[in-house]
């Protein structure tokens, strides 16, 4: 059975501060994505990493995709609070429900003045 | 329409109803799907459809049905609703076949703004 973990699953964090949100999974897969959440609403593709060693940036958020150690990384540079908001991590295997994605539980994201 | 559009966006509903959330797309992607997200829980797979005319049970499927006469639309049925089946319902869509209208990359998925179950 596919597990997808992320951590941490809460994070409070200043403005102007980094961090890092991990992404574990158990299974071999080369396809990682990861999703934004905002309260009430839907959720928005951010990145799609589509082999080991992917590096994909947008303004002030970067991951990364480590699939020998099954690991992708969100670094989160200088946060500034329209960052706040819930992140997920999905890993793809085909072999799982055809296309679907198996998601993390997510990681809830505030950004503090 | 533009992208992946749900109905209705909230329902209250008595258990033992019927109930059909209703989600259609216009990007010409093969394959649909239906998650439901619920507290601490994440987002668990309902039931998939990777090209019209098939379908897939995901995760959690007992309770629900789907149906996919068509690429465009992909219903899902609560055939008698339990109060367990409140939840937050996602329709979302991907294009593994490289023909959608809107180009994604490999099984990216669009997401739908959400149906709001309440089952009392």
């Known amino acids: 059975e596919l597990k997808v973990e992320q951590n941490p699953l809460f994070l409070s964090m200043q403005e102007g501060k980094n961090y890092t949100i991990y992404c574990n999974y158990s299974?071999?897969?080369?396809?990682l994505y990861w999703y934004r959440q905002d309260p009430g609403k839907s959720l928005e593709s951010l990145f799609v990493l589509l082999s080991n060693g992917a590096v994909k940036q947008e303004g002030r958020l970067m991951a990364s995709l480590d699939t020998k150690a099954r690991l992708s990384t969100l670094h989160i540079t200088a946060a500034v609070h329209d960052l706040s908001a819930t992140y997920f991590c999905a890993v793809d295997i085909r072999a799982n429900s055809g296309y679907a994605l198996n998601f993390g539980k997510g990681t809830s994201l505030l950004v503090t003045p | 329409i533009a992208g992946i559009t749900q109905a209705p966006t909230s329902q209250i509903l008595a258990a033992g109803r019927r109930m059909t959330l209703r989600c259609t797309q216009d990007?010409?992607?093969?394959?649909m799907y239906w998650y439901r997200q619920d507290l601490g829980l994440g987002l668990r797979l309902i039931h998939y459809?990777?090209?019209?005319?098939?379908?897939g049970k995901g995760e959690v499927p007992d309770g629900y049905s789907v149906s996919r006469a068509n690429t465009d639309d992909f219903p899902l049925t609560l055939a008698s609703a339990v109060p367990s089946q409140t939840s937050v319902y996602f329709c979302?869509?991907?294009?593994?076949?490289?023909?959608?209208?809107?180009?994604?990359?490999?099984?990216?998925?669009?997401f739908g703004p959400g149906t709001r179950l309440t089952v009392l």
């Open positions: 459809s990777n090209t019209a005319g098939t379908t």
């Open positions: 979302a869509s991907s294009d593994s076949s490289g023909t959608g209208r809107v180009f994604s990359s490999y099984n990216e998925q669009f």
């Open positions: 299974t071999t897969s080369d396809r």
């Open positions: 990007m010409r992607h093969n394959a």
